[in-house]
């Protein structure tokens, strides 16, 4: 199991719980954070944009060139930091547990 610790949208935190082995996008949509995933993981749509703390950002293996590319095709809708990751992308582990997010505003 990780735990999640979520940043929604309107500033308030909540922490979640999500197996092992999934991907953040999954465990986010699921606990009803508005974030759509609408592509399901195929990094064509941005919807599941989120910003990662630094520390955990630094954890996490770095982005492929099409997890770059969709970041910044929404550049120009919506802020996309450093720290900006596609949380389809993001498996989720043990060694995760703990990892900070925030919800980034809808594209
Ligand atoms: S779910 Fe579409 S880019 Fe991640």
New binding site residues.
């Given amino acids: 199991m990780a735990e999640i610790r979520v940043t929604e949208r309107n500033g308030e935190a909540r922490t979640i719980s999500a197996d092992s082995g999934r ?1 953040l ?1 999954e465990a986010l949509r699921d606990a009803n954070f508005n974030l ?14 989120v910003y990662i703390k630094q520390d955990w950002n630094d954890k996490l293996p770095a982005k492929s060139e099409d ?1 770059q590319m ?1 970041l910044e095709a929404i550049a120009d809708l919506v802020e996309v930091r450093p720290t900006s990751r ?4 993001i498996e989720l582990s043990d060694a995760l547990s703990g990892i900070e997010v925030e919800i980034a505003p809808e594209v």
Avoid: D, R
């Avoid at 759509?36 to 944009?49: F, I, K, P, R, V």
């Fill in positions: 991907p996008m759509q995933g609408t592509c399901g993981g195929a990094m064509s749509c941005g919807t599941c944009h997890e969709m596609l949380s389809c992308q």
